[in-house]
């Protein structure tokens, strides 16, 4: 580390939970945002900003005007720019030194797989079900942490999933396979601005950790209630017969 990021990152350095080794992991480290909207901007900047040395941006939308009220990565001058772009942009504006890759076309299939397989983490930002499943499966089958986060109306929710873990849940334990994507989307149910900030900082904390080493990764579920301002944790267990993580798949 060079005396310019000794000063940059002076703050993660005096955290004996961070320390030089853990900022020198992160600088290492490669982190897979997928979905550069309400959740992906904050992840993306404070990422960005934490000194994660490789980040790869993947968002195949478009800035519209509508996106303004909550994805705080992209400003007026975005309009009609791919999202994955202009969120590169803010994020090299806040740190030059990060190595950012803007993906700004559909992510599936192998291309999915191989981008999954090059991070070592994972944060899901989209919307929707018909993303966050083959996302999980890509993290399963390549063992790749997924930083899972979720955000409607006035309410959140997190998981992390470490396929290294062996009593590690995926996705699919949660929610199946059968989920509804019309039940999931902003632009159908509404969305409070800073909730999503809320969890997309709670998304890249736990990606910090991940990469860091710092601490102990996030477990169960947790939900947000931004109405009345209340979290609650629910145990999470994994399903032995998960159509995705299940014993008679992996073995
Ligand atoms: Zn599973």
Redesign the pocket.
């Known amino acids: 580390m060079n005396d310019d990021q000794l000063l940059r990152y002076s703050r993660h350095i005096m955290l004996e939970e961070i320390d030089i080794e853990g900022q020198t992991r992160l600088l290492d480290s490669h982190a897979l945002v997928v979905g550069a909207g309400g959740l992906g901007s904050p992840a993306a900047l404070y990422l960005a900003a934490s000194g994660v040395g490789r980040l790869t941006l993947a968002d195949d939308d478009v800035v519209e005007h509508s996106n303004l009220q909550r994805q705080i990565a992209h400003t007026e001058a975005s309009l009609g720019r791919f999202k994955a772009e202009s969120a590169r942009e803010a994020a090299l504006a806040l740190n030059g030194e990060c190595r950012i890759e803007a993906l700004s076309s559909r992510l599936a299939g192998e291309a999915l797989l191989a981008a999954v397989e090059a991070a070592d983490v994972v944060l899901d930002c989209t919307d929707r079900f018909s993303s966050r499943f083959p996302i999980n499966r890509a993290c399963v089958k390549t063992a790749t942490p997924l930083v899972s986060g979720a955000a409607i109306r006035f309410s959140g929710q997190l998981a992390v999933f470490d396929p290294s873990v062996a009593a590690s849940?995926?996705y699919?334990?949660l929610y199946g396979e059968e989920g509804d994507d019309d039940s999931l989307t902003c632009a159908e149910s509404g969305v409070a601005s800073p909730l999503v900030g809320v969890i997309g900082s709670f998304q890249a904390l736990e990606a910090l950790k991940l990469l860091s080493g710092a601490g102990t990764p996030h477990r169960g579920l947790s939900t947000f209630d931004g109405l009345r301002g209340e979290w609650r944790r629910f145990e999470l267990p994994?399903?032995p017969h998960?159509a995705?993580?299940?014993a008679a798949v992996s073995d």
């Open positions: 849940p995926c699919a334990c994994r399903d998960c995705v993580c299940g």
